[in-house]
């Protein structure tokens, strides 16, 4: 058992994303490719992507060293994620493919985050690496919750104790959570910088193009072999 940061990053919209079909649902996948990727990208250490979940991806960074330290960097991490998120967001706006329900409602994205502390199992089962315990739990289900916002940080009550309290201007909440209890949780909005319009970009295109692609040869593949989808991404180790 080791304490950890946990910190769930959630796609919102997805569900209605998803629901598309044809040309549209491969540039759906693409589009949630890059915006995920926007994320990973953002990372270092001591946050460590365990796994993508569909719409969210999962990360941890263990505190036993520096608590601290590792919090105070998850935290600054985690609220670089809103700009970084946006920032792709435009830019696969001004370079979408074509006029398709994907490549017009990729606006109407956004990402919540949830972040919880607590003492966590890491084990490998072959090639995979697994996190366990309450922590985890926890963050999962604080992703359904009374938030009346978009986008935001949602700080479980033992993350907020374990940060020393030192944060303000927060609101706060109380979470009913299956399997779980009462949760208190408190929430804050995500401060975006103003930033340039990108202009298109043959390269950011081209990617999107070869993306979407791949994303149909593995379906067909898929279809022929009976091999159940999954989304590819440059950043994750093999």
């Given amino acids: 058992m080791q304490n950890a940061v946990i910190v769930l990053a959630d796609i919102s919209g997805y569900t209605r ?19 995920l990727d926007s994320l990973i990208e953002h990372t270092e250490h001591p946050l460590i992507l365990n796994k993508l979940e569909g719409d969210a991806a999962l990360f941890y960074a263990l505190t036993d060293e520096n608590p601290q330290a590792v919090m105070e960097s998850a935290l600054r991490q985690v609220n670089g994620f809103f700009q970084a998120f946006s920032a792709r967001k435009q830019e696969i706006g001004v370079d979408a493919l074509c006029n398709c329900g994907a490549c017009t409602e990729v606006v109407h994205l956004n990402i919540k985050v949830v972040m919880d502390f607590g003492g966590i199992v890491v084990k490998r089962v072959r090639q995979f690496e697994e996190i366990s315990g309450t922590p985890v739990i926890i963050a999962h289900r604080l992703l359904k919750n009374s938030v009346p916002l978009d986008e935001y940080v949602l700080l ?17 909440i109380t979470e009913q959570c299956e399997g779980i209890g009462t949760v208190n949780a408190v929430y804050f909005a995500p401060s975006l910088d103003a930033a340039r319009k990108p202009t298109p970009n043959l390269m950011r295109r081209l990617r999107l193009v070869k993306s979407a692609i791949s994303y149909m040869s593995k379906r067909q593949l898929q279809g022929l072999f009976g091999i159940a989808p ?9």
């Fill in 156 to 172: 479980s009550e033992a993350f907020v104790e374990a940060q020393g309290n030192a944060l303000s201007g927060g609101t706060s």
């Fill in 17 to 35: 994303f998803i629901k598309l079909h044809g040309m549209a649902l491969v540039h759906a996948e693409s589009v949630i490719t890059e915006l």
């Fill in 230 to 238: 999954k989304l590819s991404f440059r950043n994750l180790k093999e």
